[in-house]
């Protein structure tokens, strides 16, 4: 049920919500950069790339990725994009969110919960580290704005929020 909910908490979020509207821009010259990319296969690149890591801490690798531009880029799969597919992977990791969730939550309480505020802050607590804490690394590692990050973790409460009361609501008493 939980799942449920911040399922559709989550596409509220994406799709009616303002505040994720600015974190990406577009490419410049978009026609000379899909030309470029055309024969790239889906996937994650990065470039500059010396092929080699060790190769990584030469000064002429670092002068290159310091001259820049230097970056990360996904190429997605040609074709239409699905949201349907894309959909269902959302529902389907919420909802192992929510099954790691319960275990944790069976093996700190038992079948027979402590009551609601202790499952809700257990959860909530859960919640917040799934949600918000994870995509962190993305913008420490790959280049996703603290902005972006802070967008996703404002998302994060409110997923947490709706998992936390949806457990404590129905966890067994």
Do not use: C
Request: proline share 7%; glycine share 10%.
């Amino acid at each position: 049920m939980s799942a449920v909910l911040v399922f559709v908490v989550s596409a509220i979020a994406n799709m009616a919500l303002p505040h994720h509207r600015k974190e990406w821009a577009s490419a410049p010259d978009q026609a000379a950069l899909q030309a470029a990319l055309k024969d790239a296969t889906a996937g994650r690149y990065v470039f500059p790339d010396p092929g080699d890591p060790a190769q990584r801490g030469t000064p002429e690798f670092q002068a290159r990725w310091a001259a820049g531009p230097s970056g990360f880029l996904t190429v997605m799969p040609r074709g239409p994009m699905s949201m349907g597919r894309n959909l269902g992977l959302t529902f389907l990791l919420e909802l192992v969110i929510s099954f790691f969730a319960a275990y944790v939550l069976w093996r700190a309480f038992g079948a027979a919960g402590p009551g609601y505020h202790a499952v809700f802050r257990m959860t909530f607590t859960l919640g917040l580290m799934a949600y918000a804490l994870a995509p962190g690394f993305d913008t420490i590692w790959f280049g996703k704005t603290w902005r972006a990050w802070a967008n996703t973790a404002i998302d994060a409460v409110l997923f947490a929020l709706v998992m936390a009361g949806t457990f404590g609501w129905l966890w067994p008493r």
